[in-house]
Nanobody, 125 residues
């Protein structure tokens, strides 16, 4: 059974940092493109960033570029989202997702087959 479990969320002041982790189990994690999405109240779930199976390639939404960094440790079956210079508009539930074996980073929700339960990130001004 495929499982994705996020951790590391919480409350932080604007300008602060958080690192989210996503632990995967139930399949060959190292073969899969992984991604992070977020959903703010009343808004659609949106792509934040993605990482190739090897970790050599990453891609980010414009809102995340220069502030967020995705990385992965295939030996630990874990993907990370380091978030720096956080803003109140980053407040959302953050989701880890797995897109399957593919050669390019996936940016659309429909490309992701498996999802975590989500974790709350709240940034106060």
């Amino acid at each position: 059974q495929v499982q994705l479990v996020e951790s590391g969320g919480g409350l932080v002041q604007a300008g602060g940092s958080l690192r989210l982790s996503c632990a995967a189990s139930g399949w060959i994690f190292s073969n899969y493109v992984m991604g992070w999405f977020r959903q703010a109240p009343g808004k659609e779930r949106e792509f934040v960033g993605g990482i190739s199976w090897s970790g050599d390639h990453t891609g980010y939404a414009d809102s995340a570029k220069g502030r967020f960094t995705i990385s992965r440790d295939n030996a630990k079956n874990t993907v990370y989202l380091q978030m720096n210079s956080l803003k109140p508009e980053d407040t959302a539930v953050y989701y880890c997702a797995a897109a399957g074996p593919r050669s390019s980073i996936a940016t659309a929700r429909w490309e992701y087959a498996y999802w975590g339960q989500g974790i709350q990130v709240t940034v106060t001004s």
